[in-house]
């Protein structure tokens, strides 16, 4: 029995979807076949039908997951791993009299990430007895409240991805920017590495950090503030002094509704008239909103287009395998993904912050996903 038999195949989300699309739905006739199947039975056949369309009760919507949406998702080969190559250095021209006999060389230099994997997983299982008793298909709610949870996972480890990209950023151009003058630095104090500060403006005014620390990404909110529209115009004039534009917003639904309550001086009669008439809220200028109950209250993530901020590695997508505890009475399954999550570039990444807003760790248990791995940001 060779071992190709049982290896996992890595499956992109797209082909999943494409997947689905191509099942075979049921026509006209074979729907009014079973209808028949089910009358025939003439002493249970109505109180059958009646169970059939009263179903449970839902308890919550679906979760949608956010972070192949920020992330280059990227599927790959049986083998051992290979480094992300990163290019970061700026191309230099100069202007050149006739007379110069000086020729300026600019070098530049490759870095590499390698990525880091880790595996989510969950371990449903279902009462034998629950099967019978049950009226609805208690395995399908089974596997896809799990598919969810896994999502979510995903999501609480981008949330702390970003969270550190842009402290580690911030940190990084602080400790330049206050470095003291000595006789061997002397001019080179206030400017920072060639290639981390960034290359289109200065971070003052709307594009200034918080006090000292400047150079981080994060816009701060007094308690008890609403989201304002200056508050993003800051947040992403940090973005764009990097040479990048801020194209998502990533926010929790209770922030989201801070958008509700703007002044109509500030929104105009026709975003007045549309939220009344019942439409949601999905872009606001240049942005595009995502809402996620991962991302923590109060903390709102404006990013760049996906290809300017990392990757999404993928050894094998979700697998699920059967777990059966047959002495115990238990159906049961294990699903599970080997996965992995790099920030190449934390220069597009900003965020806007309340000052009572809730820390990630306590949305989601994330224990055991390495806080701070897997970030990547180079000097």
């Known amino acids: 029995m060779s071992y190709n038999e049982f290896q996992r195949q890595v499956v992109a989300s797209a082909d999943y979807e494409e997947k689905l699309s191509n099942l075979p739905k049921l026509t006209k006739k074979q729907k009014v076949g079973r209808l028949e199947a089910i009358l025939a039975d003439k002493g249970n056949a109505m109180r059958r039908i009646g169970q059939g369309m009263i179903g449970p009760i839902q308890i919550r919507l679906r979760y949608e997951g956010i972070v192949r949406n920020v992330l280059v998702e990227d599927t790959l080969e049986r083998g051992p791993l290979m480094p992300y190559d990163i290019l970061d250095d700026l191309g230099r021209a100069y202007v050149l009299n006739s007379t110069d006999s000086e020729v300026k060389i600019t070098p530049f230099e490759g870095k590499q990430a390698f990525p880091q994997l880790f595996r989510v997983a969950t371990f449903p299982r279902i009462r034998k007895e629950d099967l019978y008793y ?29 969270e550190q990209a842009i402290v580690n950023l911030g940190s990084a151009l602080s400790n330049q920017y206050n470095e003291t003058e000595t006789a ?46 200056a508050d993003f115009y800051n947040s992403v004039t940090q973005i764009e002094i990097n040479q990048l534009e801020a194209r998502r917003v990533l926010a929790h639904p209770a922030d989201i509704r801070d958008l509700y309550t703007w002044d109509l001086n500030v929104t105009g009669f026709r975003f007045k ?26 903390e709102i993530f404006l990013t760049a287009e996906p290809e300017f901020i990392g990757v999404f590695p993928v050894m094998y997508s979700l697998d699920v ?28 990444i900003a965020r806007i912050l309340k000052a009572d807003s809730t820390a990630a760790p306590a949305k989601l248990d994330i224990s055991g996903l390495g806080i701070g791995k897997g970030v990547t940001w180079t000097l």
Do not use: C
Not at 138 to 143: I, K, L, P, S
Not at 332 to 337: F, I, L
């Open 273 to 298: 008239d549309e939220v009344f008439a019942g439409g949601r809220i999905t872009s606001f200028g240049e942005f595009q909103i995502q809402r996620s109950i991962i991302v923590p209250q109060g």
């Open 321 to 348: 395998e059967e777990n059966h505890q047959v002495e115990q009475f238990y159906k049961g399954w294990v699903m599970d993904e080997l996965i992995g999550m790099l920030i190449l570039n934390p220069r597009g």
């Open 184 to 229: 061997d630095n002397v001019g080179e104090s206030q400017k920072g590495p060639i290639g981390l500060a960034p290359t289109g403006g200065l971070p003052t005014g709307l594009a200034a950090g918080p006090a000292g620390h400047e150079g981080e990404h994060t816009v701060l909110l007094g308690a008890g503030n609403p989201l304002e529209p």
């Open 134 to 162: 049950l009226r609805v298909n208690a395995v399908e709610y089974a596997q896809d409240e799990s598919r969810q949870a896994i999502q979510k996972q995903e999501d609480a480890r981008l949330i702390l991805l970003l």
